[in-house]
């Protein structure tokens, strides 16, 4: 993240936890909107038992692939042309 300067990469790290959940919760409102009203959870601590709620990881297991394949375009210098071009949509979204 500091390699690259994605501002909301250092964010994501500082504040810990599921990197890639996290993007994808940045990436698509319906996940931020099921982890705001509490019915999916960011991450879990497993000391603490099963959690109470799906995590966005095994919710949204689909999203949380499109947000790991676009962490490390990132990291790994991809533009966003070549992003877009490789899920097929337009440079914009």
Known sequence: ASMT???SMIEAFEAGGDFHSRTAMDMFDYVKAK???GEALLEWDYAKG???KPLVK???ASERRKAKTLNFSIAYGKTAFGLSDDWGVTLQE
Request: charged share 35%; hydrophobic share 25%.
């Open 35 to 37: 982890v705001d009203s």
């Open 5 to 7: 300067g994605c501002k």
């Open 50 to 52: 099963d959690p109470p």
């Open 58 to 60: 095994d919710l949204f």
